[in-house]
């Protein structure tokens, strides 16, 4: 599996690559969007981006934990 974020400093931007794994255990694009938006930018509007991205790591591994 890989899961790769690409940071931007300047502007913010994620990109992120989702593996063959994503795929077998049902995860869609707009599962890992709605991801993002409810704790990278959510920390991210807080001014806290590097916690967003932990956030963001974690929630990743626990629902590909499922």
Same mark, same amino acid.
Request: proline residues 0%; charged residues 25%.
């Given at each position: 599996?890989?899961?790769? $974020? ?53 929630? $990743? ?6």
């Amino acid at each position: 599996t890989l899961y790769l $974020v690409i940071y931007t400093q300047q502007n913010y931007n994620l990109r992120f690559y989702m593996g063959a794994n994503f795929r077998t255990k049902g995860v869609t694009v707009d599962e890992m969007l709605k991801l993002t938006r409810e704790t990278y930018f959510a920390k991210n509007r807080q001014g806290k981006a590097t916690e967003g991205l932990v956030d963001l790591i974690g929630a $990743v591994n626990k629902r590909m934990a499922q």
